[in-house]
């Protein structure tokens, strides 16, 4: 008894130590952010000039802030030069996306193997009766005509025009809208789960009441039921406003189905259609969740699914207008701690204990989670170096000095130094307990000198690192080490910035940039950016994470043999993380470990001489090797974005696309 209670003490303080390293991290980024900002102004040259003078610069500093999130007038620049870029493509939305006669009339006759039926659930409440018919409208010209809506409508009597506008509309559908007026109101999961006692179809979609749906999404939702068995479907959606879909807002080109993604926030959302199948010992909407009802639904949902599809084409219309949780979530504050309730009881069901959700600073309801670290692993850190002593320095004493997770080593892979001073350095930082050095002796190969590094490592697991790096999340072990723990995950990647503060990594998304490999995404970007749909600010599933900063069991990487030496210099880390998603597993990028990067910002894109030719060889290698999943696209980067640009800038039809 004694030992058990011992262990739960154990436990206990872990855990506590682990909350405090949190809270210090983020007290230090926000201390570190404060002291940037005070710098920028004291080390200004006309802070020493006359109070007139300063007044001026004062004024031109809050001119400035106004664009901080730009960062700069390059920044300013980028931001038209991407408005401009949406603005031509999102030509290619909205009605003129609709089907023409004959393509719609091509739809209409097509038949398929499995002609499901699809029921649409739309719960009503005193819609706006514009509104009430617009919906209706969308339904009845779709081209896949398989289909029944049924209508659960809780309006008071005051709104009685919404039942008459439903049974105009069910006299003219021949029997496929079938409507209820409701004693009392439901609210949103009461009456859709009115709407759903009503269904008859095989497949289940959710509708809201004041939106619109694209004439062909039944017709592309059932192709993909077909074709890849789909029993979970959803698609791209924008918001729009003044009544016309084609004044969108802001449109949400989404993944592929991603795990940690969909903990973190609702992504999927709309237009969710599901197998009927899925619903079997559990309930639709549930009340408990009111407010976030279909993120509870769907993390059930897709628990039980056996394919969950996307359909990358923008096909719902999301009306914004005063009280919708489009117009902001301030409409409905309850649903933040709602949905916290939903992602807790999934992640529990999941086995996960003494986790934290917490909002992030891009929006309420997008979600970090901290998990609990099992025990404690030790961590071999492995820095290939060959000279380089400042930067080796400032690498490893941020590493001693920084980091609050105490059970590491430092593997330093001395690879053919000539400087009498790196030696110095070795000779110097081996007297510290936790570093020590390898020699390494053939030529210089990124993928061999990790690979020999690895066969000295005593951790449980495995991190990557530049010399060129320094830390500055003081729990950046911790942040990486609690998703690479989990069996479901191969590589974990952290948030690395240029020392300029911009980006330089937040994930990698293959067939990205002119070599059609692989490329970082929110590149330049400015560190106080929110990302595209808040991107940059919660843990996400990503096709690869860059070996600058890379965690993985040790397990897992002598089981891939390590990293493959035919890739000497470049793309051995996207390589790497493919070989470890063929297995099926996941690959993490975290905002939450922060490092810089500085080296490679002057290291450039190897497009000049030797370099060039020698990353022209690795790229033709990496294109041959990973030929069919390239083919296939990233599936955590939606094919409507270009693969010519990192700033999630929409293609234009037929120019740089994944598709």
Known sequence: MAGTDYKEAYEQEHIRCADLAARIADLEAKNEELEWKLGRIKN???????????????????????????????????????????????????????????????????????????SILVPLWNNDPKFQREMLDSVMNQTYENWELCLADGSDEAHGEIGEICREYAAKAGGRILYRHLKENGGIAGNTNACYAMSTGEYIGL?????????????????AINEQDADFLYCDETTF??????????????????????????????????SRELMEGTELFRTKYNGSQDHDM??????????????????????????????????????IEAAKGAVSEHLRKHGYEHFRITSTRAFETIFRIQYQIIGNPKISILIPNKDHVEDLRRCVDSILEKSTYDNYEILIVENNSTTPEIQEYYRKVEEEDKVRVVAFQGGFNYSAVNNFGAKYADGDYLLLLNNDT???????????????????????????YYGDRTIQHAGVVIGLGAHRTAGHTHYKQSRQNLGYMGRLCYAQDVSAVTGACLMVKKSLYDELGGLDEGFRISLNDVDFCLRLREKGLLNVWTPFAELYHYESVSRGLDDVGERARRYEQESQRFREKWKD??????????????LDRSDFSLAVAGQGGKS
């Open 470 to 496: 320094q830390v500055i999340t003081v729990n950046w072990m911790e942040e990486l080490l609690m998703y690479a723990q989990r069996p479901d995950v191969g590589a974990v990647g952290a948030k690395l």
């Open 629 to 642: 999943v390239l083919a296939k696209g990233d599936p955590y980067y939606n094919p409507n974005f270009s």
């Open 241 to 274: 406003h003044n009544g016309d879909i084609n004044k969108m807002l802001t449109m949400h080109f989404k993944p592929d189905f991603a795990p940690d993604n969909l903990r973190a926030n609702n992504y999927i959302c709309h237009f969710s259609v599901f």
């Open 44 to 118: 200004n040259p006309l802070w020493k000039a006359s109070k007139p003078a300063r007044d001026v610069m004062h004024w031109a500093i809050r001119q400035k802030d106004r664009v901080a999130n730009c960062g700069s007038l390059r920044g300013v620049l980028a931001k038209l030069d991407y408005k401009k870029r949406e603005k031509e493509a999102m030509k290619q939305f909205g009605t003129q996306s609709f089907p023409s006669p004959q393509e719609a009339a091509r739809q209409r006759a097509e038949r398929f193997p499995r002609m499901v039926k699809v």
């Open 298 to 335: 769907i993390l059930r949902l897709t628990d039980k699914a056996r394919h969950v599809v996307h359909v990358p084409r923008l096909m719902y219309y999301w009306r914004s207008h005063p009280g919708s949780v489009a117009s902001g979530i301030e409409a409905k504050p309850y649903a």
């Open 207 to 223: 509708f809201d009441q004041d939106d619109i749906l694209h004439p062909s999404i039944l017709y592309e939702y059932v192709k």
